[in-house]
């Protein structure tokens, strides 16, 4: 394998700085000192490599991963979608994971009190390995809204959590992922927190009807991107793609 | 005719969001409170056949009322004993060992705030082109409620002194005494070697984060 060049300065611009007072919990957690910009070093461009072996072979099934007596209870949902770099080369066997709540909008946390009842057959969490192509994809039940302490009446849309290696440590990415059509998005504090309002709208998947299940469920296609790498300048050519 | 000239076009990358409260029924759903996966990732990557000597990395991280926070997801990754990480893009002269990821996740204790890495101490990595050795550490990253995005940041050892004072990163810190956020004290405790590493998300002794 050739050595891996240094990944394109992250954009700020396009992730929420850290400082979001309509976020409330973020005003005692964010740094204030400027961050120091540390040009990548073997540090950066390395991360930690997952193979199959370590995951189930329903890892990627939420219906079924936490199934005791029966389903999960819910709308059937598939999502899948690619998961590209900045220069649209595919991130291939990389680890993604996910968390949400249930269909009522409970999440199986000891730290979660909301009335919403827990569904004995639903863990809320799943995970996979993009394929060469960068592709993932996993069935799970739509989670539902729920208020959380904000704002006295806050609310989070329907979303699920998603969390991406990519190649090296630098590029590692925590988002959240939403419905599209949800009517709770224009009014969420987390979502807000993101000043370019189309990169937010870029976490908003789209209902996608060619991927669905005749009579058995929907799917919704979200991709996402991880910084790209600099291309190096090899006999007057750009390396790579 | 010439070609016209190539003209890259760059996706931008998916914003970041925070990782809430419940980060951990994804990524440590033991500490959640259920079992799923037969496999699951931890904060002890310091199996018996892993070469080095064994160490413990602990601390807490305080918010910017000085309060424990008791939620974070703690993320290392390291090199090995030799100072060579377990990927493809280090091509340094250096033997890699092969039960060693070098990669740690853990969150920090519901009632006490403490957060431990179980490890070994990794070597001194290459510099960047021209610039001299790292001195041995461990980069570490952040996600929890209200962290918009994750923080990184790096912990180096009290007991490298010559070295820590060699180090390119550390020595990029203008200020000795921020460079002191990211340097761990030693300490031993029933046989064990710690190496206690506490983090400041804000205030005074707000700890060094880098953009990468």
Same mark, same amino acid.
């Given at each position: 394998?050739?050595?891996?060049?240094?990944?394109?300065?992250? +954009?700020?611009?396009?992730?929420?700085?850290?400082?979001?007072?309509?976020?409330?919990?973020?005003?005692?957690?964010?740094?204030?000192?400027?961050?120091?910009?540390?040009?990548?070093?073997?540090?950066?461009?390395?991360?930690?490599?997952?193979?199959?072996?370590?995951?189930?072979?329903?890892?990627?099934?939420?219906?079924?991963?936490?199934?005791?007596?029966?389903?999960?209870?819910?709308?059937?949902?598939?999502?899948?979608?690619?998961?590209? +770099?900045?220069?649209?080369?595919?991130?291939?066997?990389?680890?993604?994971?996910?968390?949400?709540?249930?269909?009522?909008?409970?999440?199986?946390?000891?730290? +979660?009190?909301?009335?919403?009842?827990? +569904?004995?057959?639903?863990?809320?969490?799943?995970?996979?390995?993009?394929?060469?192509?960068?592709?993932?994809?996993?069935?799970?039940?739509?989670?539902?809204?729920?208020?959380?302490?904000?704002?006295?009446n806050s609310w989070r849309p329907a979303h699920i959590h998603f969390s991406v290696f990519g190649t090296g440590f630098a590029q590692r990415l925590i988002t959240q992922m939403y419905f599209e059509g949800d009517l709770l998005i224009p009014h969420d504090s987390i979502i807000a927190t993101i000043p370019d309002k189309s990169a937010a709208d870029r976490l908003t998947a789209r209902l996608d009807l060619n991927?669905?299940?005749?009579?058995?469920?929907?799917?919704?296609?979200?991709?996402?991107?991880?910084?790209?790498?600099?291309?190096?300048?090899?006999?007057?050519?750009?390396?790579?793609? | 005719?010439?070609?016209?000239?190539?003209?890259?076009?760059?996706?931008?990358?998916?914003?970041?969001?925070?990782?809430?409260?419940?980060?951990?029924?994804?990524? #440590?759903?033991?500490?959640?409170?259920?079992?799923?996966?037969?496999?699951?990732?931890?904060?002890?990557?310091?199996?018996?056949?892993?070469?080095?000597?064994?160490?413990? #990395?602990?601390?807490?991280?305080?918010?910017?009322?000085?309060?424990?926070?008791?939620?974070?997801?703690?993320?290392?990754?390291?090199?090995?004993?030799?100072?060579?990480?377990?990927?493809?893009?280090?091509?340094?002269?250096?033997?890699?060992?092969?039960?060693?990821?070098?990669?740690?996740?853990?969150?920090?204790?519901?009632?006490?705030?403490?957060?431990? #890495?179980?490890?070994?101490?990794?070597?001194?990595?290459?510099g960047r082109k021209g610039r001299k050795a790292m001195a041995p550490h461990v980069n570490f990253w952040l996600a929890s409620r209200g962290i918009n995005i994750g923080l990184a940041t790096r912990m180096y050892f009290g007991d490298e002194e010559a070295a820590n004072s060699d180090d390119?990163?550390?020595?990029?810190?203008?200020?000795?005494?921020?460079?002191?956020?990211?340097?761990?004290?030693?300490?031993?405790?029933?046989?064990?070697?710690?190496?206690?590493?506490?983090?400041?998300?804000?205030?005074?002794?707000?700890?060094?984060?880098?953009?990468?």
């Open positions: 394998m050739t050595p891996q060049a240094e990944f394109h300065q992250r +954009d700020r611009d396009l992730h929420p700085p850290a400082h979001t007072p309509v976020y409330k919990t973020s005003v005692l957690r964010s740094p204030r000192i400027p961050l120091w910009s540390l040009q990548n070093s073997l540090s950066e461009v390395t991360g930690p490599i997952f193979s199959p072996d370590e995951l189930g072979p329903l890892d990627n099934d939420l219906v079924l991963n936490y199934a005791k007596q029966g389903e999960a209870i819910g709308e059937q949902t598939i999502v899948h979608g690619y998961v590209l +770099d900045g220069n649209s080369q595919p991130v291939s066997n990389t680890l993604v994971e996910v968390w949400q709540a249930n269909a009522g909008g409970r999440y199986r946390h000891r730290n +979660d009190t909301y009335i919403a009842p827990i +569904d004995p057959n639903f863990g809320g969490c799943g995970r996979m390995l993009t394929d060469e192509r960068g592709y993932y994809f996993f069935r799970t039940i739509k989670p539902g809204a729920y208020p959380f302490r904000n704002r006295i991927a669905s299940r005749p009579l058995e469920c929907l799917a919704y296609r979200f991709d996402i991107v991880l910084r790209g790498r600099r291309q190096t300048l090899f006999e007057n050519k750009l390396q790579g793609s | 005719m010439t070609p016209p000239p190539f003209i890259p076009s760059y996706l931008p990358e998916t914003p970041s969001q925070t990782a809430g409260p419940y980060v951990h029924i994804g990524l #440590i759903p033991e500490q959640a409170g259920f079992e799923i996966f037969e496999n699951n990732f931890s904060g002890d990557i310091a199996g018996p056949d892993v070469v080095g000597q064994r160490i413990i #990395i602990e601390g807490r991280i305080f918010d910017g009322a000085g309060h424990v926070t008791k939620d974070v997801l703690v993320e290392t990754w390291q090199a090995n004993a030799a100072g060579r990480y377990n990927h493809p893009a280090d091509m340094q002269n250096k033997t890699i060992d092969h039960n060693f990821r070098g990669w740690a996740r853990t969150g920090t204790d519901f009632a006490t705030g403490l957060y431990t #890495i179980r490890t070994i101490k990794p070597g001194s990595v290459a390119p990163v550390l020595n990029i810190i203008e200020q000795p005494e921020r460079r002191k956020t990211l340097i761990a004290p030693r300490s031993e405790r029933d046989g064990a070697l710690v190496y206690t590493f506490d983090i400041y998300l804000q205030g005074d002794r707000e700890t060094v984060f880098f953009d990468v």
